[in-house]
């Protein structure tokens, strides 16, 4: 049995519930454990949470989990702490966990480079079949160990902002309402793939040829970019032909960092999610570019209808899991067995927030009520179309700043009358979304070419 991590002992923040587990081809998940995400409440009201997801292997991963939650908590940010410094704190500890990871596997670097040097020393020699048997057996022991790692998100809720960083393809999506009621959802990270053209940018300025790397879909023995640990397509990666040919180590562990972001009362609820859930949800419904969308209409539609927040996270995995398995069966498609999959959400007040020192654990929604909100399209070229799910622009706090762009999509609203925005105010004129600039233009070609019809002044 394996032995529970410390970080499970943190005292946990109230408002985030979290599911985490392998999916099994079934669909019906055994047993729902936490070992791969933490979500803490600290002494001077901060908040830390985070997201790991294996790759190939969970040791590594919990040793990267548990080692990111100790550099960060054990010596934690303080209300003197300049942004810049909070933002510094984050990315030295991603270095601190890569260098630690490298320092723990030392002993079996090592003894690969020696096993190497006896193989080739072996390799003359007609007697010694057994021998080298053992040593290619111990050196793919020793590859499995290396190859061991995870991608990771880290959110920091400190001074009421909140901070993001991320290595690989984990996500942290921000969803909060608009200036007319309409909740959006933000990508806080950045993807690190071979779909990303500055991950791509910094690859061919190592000399690898990216259109191969395009059409392999993978760096060595892995799809992402970025990660921490996985040795073997970093200090080896001359070991992989698609990636030799680099002037330095391809895959980095060096993080992206968003924030501040002042939570206003604006933010509804925050998701890190596992790039195993949300690439489910693109292979059903095809369109990657709503897929963070769909997610969240999920979610919502997820907080209406449980009545203990702390089911919600399951039963999104649930609902996602079980439509994934129906479409692999439709299509005559086997899913990949036990991808790692986990969901945490950290409500901030689509629901009413729960007080992190109250006795009670659990929150009961009341006449909680969601509905979809169709928004008129406008045939006007003077305004902008916009998608209701948008990547998030680094130093900026203002996710919709131009006023007139129009959202061509249909959004989700939290009601106004459960969650009030604003004050009523009886006279606020609503913002018209019909353009009738083109009508007056014709109207004055018209007066001044003498052709303007006399019912019309």
Same mark, same amino acid.
């Given at each position: ?307 203990? @927040? ?13 439509? @994934? ?22 409500? @901030? ?109």
């Amino acid at each position: 049995m394996i032995a529970r991590p410390w970080t499970d002992d943190l005292p946990k923040c109230r408002n985030t519930c979290v599911a985490s587990y392998f999916s099994p081809l079934d669909g019906n998940p055994s047993s729902n454990d936490d070992y791969f995400c933490f979500y803490c409440h600290t002494e001077d009201n901060s908040c830390l949470y985070g997201v790991f997801e294996p790759h190939n292997g969970l040791d590594a991963a919990r040793f990267i989990m548990q080692r990111m939650a100790a550099e960060i908590l054990f010596a934690p940010p303080s209300s003197s702490n300049t942004d810049e410094e909070i933002r510094e704190k984050l990315r030295n500890a991603f270095v601190s966990v890569e260098n630690a990871y490298i320092e723990n596997y030392d002993g079996m670097i090592a003894e690969r480079t020696s096993l190497q040097y006896r193989l080739q020393i072996l390799k003359g020699h007609t007697q010694s079949t057994q021998m080298s048997d053992n040593i290619l057996f111990r050196l793919k022991e020793i590859d499995q160990h290396l190859s061991g790692g995870a991608t990771v998100v880290i959110a920091l809720v400190h001074n009421n902002k909140l901070y993001v960083a991320n290595v690989g393809e984990t996500r942290a999506l921000l969803c909060r309402t608009d200036d007319n009621s309409v909740l959006r959802v933000v990508q806080l990270t950045v993807d690190h793939s071979l779909n990303n053209e500055d991950e791509l940018l910094r690859l061919s300025q190592l000399g690898l040829d990216v259109n191969k790397l395009r059409n392999a879909q993978y760096l060595g023995n892995q799809t992402g970019t970025r990660c921490l640990g996985n040795y073997l397509v970093k200090g080896l990666y001359k070991a992989f032909p698609t990636i030799s040919a680099a002037s330095s180590e391809p895959v980095v562990a060096a993080p992206e960092i968003h924030g501040p972001i002042a939570l206003d009362e604006s933010c509804r609820f925050l998701v890190l999610v596992s790039a195993g859930v949300y690439k489910r949800i693109q292979e059903v419904r095809g369109n990657s570019e709503q897929t963070n969308k769909q997610l969240s209409q999920i979610i919502v539609e997820n907080f209406r209808k449980q009545s203990e @927040f702390k089911r919600v996270s399951q039963s999104v995995l649930e609902e996602i899991e079980e439509e @994934f398995l129906s479409y692999c069966l439709k299509n005559s498609l086997t899913p990949k067995p036990n991808t790692h999959v986990t969901l945490l959400i950290r409500n @901030f007040n689509f629901l009413p927030p729960i007080p992190q020192n109250d006795a009670i654990n659990t929150v009961q929604k009341q006449n909680a009520s969601v509905r979809f909100n169709p928004i008129v399209q406008s045939k006007s070229n003077t305004f902008l179309n916009e998608m209701d799910s948008e990547p998030y622009s680094p130093g900026s706090n203002d996710f919709d700043k131009n006023d007139s762009n129009i959202d061509t999509n249909r959004s989700i609203e939290s009601s106004s009358d459960i969650y009030p925005i604003r004050p009523y105010d009886k006279d606020r004129r609503i913002k018209g979304y019909v353009d009738f600039s083109c009508y007056y233009e014709n109207v004055e070609k018209a007066r001044k070419n003498g052709t303007l019809p006399s019912f019309i002044k």
